[in-house]
């Protein structure tokens, strides 16, 4: 079974929503990008790792910032998966997936893409600008690796859309909260989202959907119906504030998510 799917299976046991946080391969360092992935470990269910690109689309100005620092310091793609190989040498680990432009991996070569996610466990992939149907060959040979490939849906996704994403969907399934790019306010209330959210998984009760977007240590604990939430912005804009300050990055991203950690824990109790 992938870890992906076992961790949604412990967190519905344990009655919370998955903590997926989101970091910028090699920010600011190789070094300091391991460090920051073993420091959220104890607390985080499933690591986001960021596949850095000089033009996201998606991505806000905290995330931009992290790209462009790990970029700076000539991240390569096959740095990244040796931040992985590491990583998943770490004995509190946990599912990385890697996130990022097509662009990456179509330079990297698709195949050679997919062999390398494989060697080194990368549990599962988000193409953000590779929308059904066109991804649907990498998608299928994802799968044929173990590799969980997860579609992305918007509160804009029709409802034929919705329907052929779902099913042509694997374990996880990504809800883009609102239209924006990551780290706005969130703009949509909760009571929306979480609409918008259960339509979703209407179509899709055996799979875990997921929330990103507007996450925040404010907006947590308003959306724990979800069988995940991720948190982007917040945490890389802890990395920036760190670094600005001369200090370890790891221990301030570490307290973050420990805060959000114990916010999902309690609203459970």
């Known amino acids: 079974m ?26 600011n360092t ?7 992935l073993k420091s959220i470990s104890p607390y985080a269910d499933i690591c986001e790792l960021g596949m850095p690109h000089n033009t996201p689309v998606a991505d806000g100005g905290q995330i931009q910032n992290c790209s462009h620092r790990a970029l700076k310091n000539g991240i390569k793609t096959k740095d990244i998966f040796k931040i992985v190989k590491q990583y998943k ?8 997936i890697l996130m990022g432009y097509f662009n990456t991996v179509k330079q990297f070569g698709e195949n050679n893409f997919i062999n390398e996610c494989k060697k080194n466990k990368v549990d599962g992939v988000i193409i953000v600008d590779l929308p059904w149907p066109e991804n649907r060959d990498l998608a299928k040979r994802c799968k044929k690796k173990s590799i969980n490939f997860i579609q992305l849906v918007a509160p804009t996704t029709s409802n034929y859309r919705l ?12 809800y883009i909260s609102m239209l924006s790019t990551t ?11 979480i609409k918008n959210y259960q339509k979703i998984k ?42 600005n300050r001369g200090n370890d990055p790891s221990v301030a991203v ?5 805060k959000l950690k114990s916010q999902i824990i309690q609203q459970n109790q």
Request: hydrophobic letters at 35%; one cysteine or more.
């Open 2 to 27: 992938n870890l992906i799917k076992k961790v949604f299976i412990k967190c519905k046991k344990e009655k919370r929503p998955a903590l997926l946080t989101f970091t910028v391969a090699g920010d």
């Open 30 to 36: 190789h070094k300091n990008s391991l460090k920051i």
């Open 89 to 96: 040498k770490f004995k509190y680990s946990r599912p990385v």
């Open 163 to 174: 329907r052929k994403i779902v099913n042509d969907s694997h374990d996880m399934i990504y």
């Open 183 to 193: 780290g706005g306010e969130l703009k949509v209330s909760p009571e929306k989202i």
């Open 202 to 243: 209407k179509l899709s009760k055996n799979k875990n959907v997921v929330i990103g977007f507007g996450i925040t240590d404010k907006t947590i604990s308003s959306l724990k119906k979800a069988c995940g939430l991720v948190v982007g912005s917040l945490v890389c804009r802890s990395i920036t504030d760190s670094l």
């Open 254 to 258: 570490q307290n973050v998510v420990k």
